[in-house]
């Protein structure tokens, strides 16, 4: 999509929240913050980014299963379907009972997002890191099946037209709109500022905060990017925590 000189009218600006008035920069409601009106649009794309990657997923699994279900393999009692050998139809259940668990997250984000951006109120801190875990999760889910059932169809997924020529739009969706280890690393701040505050949770979960509390303190400065391995581990806590109350409300269906 091009566009070339082309002027729009005042009247059509997205201004709920700001605008320009007298060629003067002008709040509209008072008490939020630029970031909070950014945030807005950043939660919706984060969000959509997310959902896209589910449905690359299942697509690609879907037209996958289609070929090896039809695709006869020699055994000695006669041809068998590709998709009947062990490794590749354990893959299809279990790619799926995962799928399954983040798709569920990204409903329930869904419906509290579209209860915020309908009564025009700002997403809670809460929804925000929902959000930020439905990112990476979908994305990260996504991307690790989707090159694991790659490297179980040979010479197919080689091929133009079976959709893995495109499985780069994933490395796309991994840094759109804030990439995975900038969120991650937010996501364990996040947790550690609210652990220092009050200190309860998962028995994991305060376990990996004391640790990584500690080295902090005594570390110094680059305490943080040394103990990277640590951060990354207690925000995969927090996110999987999060997932699992997500899939406790709300039963999820397999889509095999």
Same mark, same amino acid.
């Not at 997310?50 to 037209?63: E, I, W």
């Not at 999060?242 to 709300?250: H, L, P, S, V």
């Given at each position: 999509?091009?566009? !070339?000189?082309?002027?729009?009218?005042?009247?059509?600006?997205?201004?709920?929240?700001?605008?320009?008035?007298?060629?003067?920069?002008?709040?509209?409601?008072?008490?939020? =913050?630029? +970031? &909070?009106?950014?945030?807005?649009?950043?939660y919706t794309g984060r969000t959509v /980014?997310?959902? !896209?990657?589910?449905?690359?997923a299942r697509t690609l699994y879907s037209?996958?299963?289609?070929?090896?279900?039809?695709?006869?393999?020699? $055994?000695?009692?006669?041809?068998?379907?590709?998709? =009947?050998?062990?490794?590749?139809?354990?893959?299809?259940?279990?790619? &799926? $009972?995962?799928? =399954?668990?983040?798709?569920?997250?990204?409903?329930?984000?869904?419906?509290? @997002?579209?209860?915020?951006?309908?009564?025009?109120?700002?997403?809670?801190?809460?929804?925000?890191?929902?959000?930020?875990?439905?990112?990476?999760?979908?994305?990260?889910?996504? /991307?690790?099946?989707?090159?694991?059932?790659?490297?179980?169809?040979?010479?197919?997924?080689?091929?133009?037209?079976?959709?893995?020529?495109? +499985? &780069?739009?994933?490395?796309?969706?991994?840094?759109?709109?804030?990439?995975?280890?900038?969120? +991650?690393?937010? /996501?364990?701040?996040?947790?550690?500022?609210?652990? !220092?505050?009050?200190?309860?949770?998962?028995?994991?979960?305060?376990?990996?905060?004391?640790?990584?509390?500690?080295?902090? +303190?005594?570390?110094?400065?680059?305490?943080?990017?040394?103990?990277?391995?640590?951060?990354?581990?207690?925000?995969?806590?927090?996110?999987?925590?999060?997932?699992?109350?997500?899939?406790?409300?709300?039963?999820?269906? !397999?889509? @095999?």
């Amino acid at each position: 999509i091009r566009f !070339s000189k082309v002027w729009l009218a005042k009247s059509t600006l997205l201004d709920r929240y700001a605008g320009i008035e007298n060629n003067e920069y002008v709040q509209k409601q008072a008490g939020v =913050s630029n +970031m &909070d009106m950014i945030g807005q649009r950043l939660y919706t794309g984060r969000t959509v /980014i997310a959902k !896209s990657t589910l449905v690359f997923a299942r697509t690609l699994y879907s037209t996958a299963r289609k070929y090896a279900d039809n695709k006869k393999c020699w $055994h000695p009692k006669g041809p068998v379907p590709l998709s =009947s050998i062990p490794q590749l139809s354990n893959l299809y259940v279990e790619a &799926d $009972h995962e799928l =399954s668990r983040v798709e569920t997250l990204c409903a329930a984000v869904e419906k509290e @997002l579209c209860e915020c951006l309908r009564s025009s109120a700002i997403p809670s801190e809460k929804l925000v890191e929902k959000v930020a875990v439905l990112k990476v999760k979908a994305i990260e889910t996504s /991307i690790s099946y989707c090159f694991r059932l790659k490297q179980e169809l040979g010479s197919y997924a080689l091929m133009a037209g079976t959709g893995f020529e495109k +499985m &780069d739009y994933l490395q796309c969706c991994k840094f759109a709109e804030g990439d995975s280890r900038i969120l +991650m690393q937010k /996501i364990a701040r996040d947790r550690l500022t609210a652990f !220092s505050k009050k200190q309860e949770g998962s028995k994991p979960e305060v376990a990996a905060c004391m640790s990584l509390g500690k080295k902090l +303190m005594k570390g110094g400065k680059a305490a943080w990017s040394d103990n990277w391995q640590d951060v990354y581990a207690l925000a995969g806590l927090v996110m999987e925590r999060i997932t699992q109350e997500a899939c406790g409300k709300a039963a999820f269906a !397999s889509k @095999l």
